[in-house]
């Protein structure tokens, strides 16, 4: 049975009633954020439909911190519930007076972000930046194949979309340079990716299985990890990644339930070589995700999720292997998303080949890096429950000089 709900819900929205993904608004004239879920161009106040329970008061926060915080079990009844509020007509009046025009609302951050991880989990990407930082040796590292490389990220400067970024100052030192120089990146870049966002916490001392994705993982944001190349190139040897990635991360408003993405999911790429026992998935979390990145409006890239040769099971399972406990706001990325052709890749360094091949724009100016006051958007559209099609909103962000 194909799910109807009365509220107007425009051709082509990204949230129809399959979707319902969850964000953190303060409706118009109002004091005080609460959570809310969208549907159509709506979104409906979650804190005013259970207010003056346990539930409402944990909804009526500025995050989705403490509703995260109940589980899997919790997630499901919420779920069916304002699927049965938007799909039936009994209370009716109920919803209606709770419901916010999006573009008269403002959206915030919607999860505090305990740790934060970023992955690098598309053998394409992964590659194209070999063959860029490593010209003489091989393109993927020995232990590529092995484990989802990853490193810890910056909880503290992860930004809700429509935050402006400030260019970074820091080293950088081009093979050719006496010495390091300092100053403001002349390589500002993007990475399109996803961003998963943990509910549910485990303890420390004790694994997450592979199979045990969903009852941690609440759902999925949209994700671009700006990157300064140069400060980058300079700095991460040998411990990874550090001031050229810090300085700001952004994420789309509305957390995607991985109740929403069960029509997206496909298998991942086979993995040759099979990973160790504690990574095999019996039912793998590859996801049909296609993604949108434009520059000043100027679509650049359309990244497919679906080839991600690791899994964000995978990702989690490795993540706590080791006995790390995860906390409710975790949040992980991706890597970025790249495919195998041209117009597929993730970022401006792979777009435009360090800046070998500058990129033309259709106001007649081209581009290698991000220069001040452009924007980036990533969008991400996904294939729903009964054939419909579900979106994540946007994640957008200038740059400021
Ligand atoms: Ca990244």
Redesign the pocket.
Known sequence: MTLQTWVPVPEGSDFPVQNLPYGVFTPPRAQGARVGVAIGEQVLDLSAIWAGTPLGADLATGSLNRFLRRGPAEWAYVRERVTALLTTEDQRRLVEANLYPIDQVTLHLPVEVADYV???ASEQHATNLGRMFRPDGAALLPNWKHLPVGYHGRSGTVVVSGTDVVRPNGQRKGPQDPAPVFGPSVKLDI?A?LGFVVGAGSAMGSAVGVDEFAQHVFGAVLLN?W?ARDIQAWEYVPLGPFLG?SFATSISPWVVPLAALEAARVATPVQDPEPLPYLVEKEPWGLDLRLRVELNGAVVSRPPYAGMYWSPAQMLAHTTVNGAALRTGDLF?S??ISGPEADQRGSLIELTWNGRDPIALPDGTTRTFLEDGDTVTITASAPGADGVRIGFGEVSGTVRG
Do not use: I, L
Request: charge should be negative; proline fraction near 0%.
């Open positions: 970023d992955f690098y990475e990716e990890d990157s990635k990325g890597g970025t």
